[in-house]
């Protein structure tokens, strides 16, 4: 995957990572990436945060971080979401893709 495809920058302390969710899936999963984001289906609604809650709890099991460490910087009420993580997730995060 090139440097220009990856859904995520590295910056000074932490990871950027750009996701788009899907929520009101089967089941939780990472798709892959298309358009420079990572897409991620997640079972819970998308009404009162639910699918955020669950984007996070996902992705903490997935990366093994806890969820305090995940931080959705923008995209709250959108399917377009910036995530910050913390810089160890970086190998755990290209083995995810």
Known sequence: MS???????????????KVKVFPKAGRNQIVGVRNGELVIRVQALASKGEANKELVKYLAKAL???KSEIEIVSGETSRHKVIHLPKTTKSALEEAL
């Open 3 to 17: 440097a220009e495809q990856l859904p995520f920058t590295i910056g000074e302390e932490r990871i950027i990572l």
């Open 64 to 66: 093994s971080i806890s």
